[in-house]
């Protein structure tokens, strides 16, 4: 009896130390992966630091990214979806520092709303197809000038305002109001009439990394961001949600290159890789819709590069004709 506990003692210690075992090859395959895709996204964002201490550093930043974002997206229960952008090696402080810099304005304004009596909206508006906004655009900390006297450059960089013509003024504001507090009905009144601009609190990470869907996540009071409401409608895949396959290909690529944080250096580079992504999506989709494949093309970060740029960007196997081809590995 006691040699059987003895065994079953033993047997017990070896299986626990068997699943610690296995527990660290896993977590060291996970990191090894997680390394190989830290690689890939440095690449794909240009990033570059000045010594291995701060690649470490970056590294368990992104991954910890990367893990909350793919954990985030695999529970499936928020109606958007978070990615894996150029702030992915960056903590939640961080960018919180560097890219939400809004200061609430404290002194007192008129309490009057103009579309106050306003009683009839269109049941959707977007002030993108009438002219009234840019695309959207990274323009980082900069961009408060006419695009024509100080065009957008799609580089890193810092704005430059040394020139009269640079720093002239774009408009002048002689007025505004704020649209009526905690009133849905009053901000859509004012969105069916105009772009508004608005404050909110973009201090968490679903922020930091969304990517798609309807945002519905945490909402503050410590505002600290702004941006442009350009309009509204039903976010109903039902009713009029518009669909990937009813964008316009230019639409499609737009949002393509905000998923991915792509920017081109100028509009003569987004010409020419607007056109690489028209043909290349064209590709996917005949072939997927063809259905005589057992498999399916994706739309993925490759989208803007010819097949020739993909294959010598990464495909750098070198085939070296006075070696063997078969050989025995010695264990």
């Not at 075992?21 to 690449?43: D, F, G, P, V, Y």
């Not at 869907?213 to 509204?232: I, K, P, W």
């Not at 944080?261 to 987004?270: F, L, M, P, S, T």
Request: with cysteine; glycine share 6%.
């Amino acid at each position: 009896m006691a040699l059987i506990l003895i065994y079953r003692l033993a047997f017990a210690a070896f299986l626990v130390a068997g699943l610690w075992t296995l527990e660290a090859i896993s977590r060291t395959l996970h990191k090894a992966s997680m390394a190989e895709r830290h690689e890939q996204w440095m690449t794909w964002h240009g990033r570059v630091y000045r010594d291995a201490t701060e690649k470490d550093m970056r590294f368990e930043i992104f991954k910890d990214n990367v893990d909350y974002i793919e954990s985030s997206n695999s529970a499936g229960v928020r109606p958007y979806k978070l990615g894996i952008n150029s702030f992915a090696d960056l903590t939640k402080e961080e960018f919180q520092a560097t890219f939400n810099g809004y200061k609430l304005l404290t002194k007192s304004i008129s309490t009057s709303f103009r579309y106050e009596n306003l009683t009839t909206v269109p049941s959707s508006t977007d002030w993108r197809k009438k002219g009234a906004v840019t695309p959207i655009k990274d323009q980082g900390q900069c961009g408060l000038t006419t695009e024509s006297n100080y065009p957008y450059e799609a580089r890193d960089g810092t704005c430059s305002m040394q020139t009269k013509e640079k720093t002239s003024q774009a408009a002048k504001i002689t007025g505004y109001e704020n649209v009526p507090a905690n009133s849905e009905s009053a901000l859509l009144k004012a969105v069916s009439m105009q772009p508004v601009a608005v404050a909110i609190a973009a201090n968490g990470s679903d922020f930091q990394f969304y990517s798609s869907g309807v945002f519905n996540g945490e909402c503050g009071t410590q505002l600290d961001h702004g941006v442009t409401a350009v309009g509204y409608g039903m976010w109903s895949s039902q009713v009029a949600c518009r669909m990937l396959s009813d964008l316009s290909m230019s639409e499609k690529h737009e949002m393509w290159m905000v998923h991915y944080g792509r920017v081109y250096k100028d509009d003569a580079e987004k010409e020419m890789r607007f056109k690489i992504f028209k043909d290349n999506m064209e590709f996917i989709e005949s072939l997927n819709s063809g259905g005589n494949h057992p498999y399916k093309l994706g739309v993925n970060a490759f989208a803007d590069q010819t097949n020739e740029e993909f294959k010598a960007a990464r495909n750098g196997y070198k085939f070296s004709s006075n070696k063997k081809l078969a050989r025995t590995n010695t264990i």
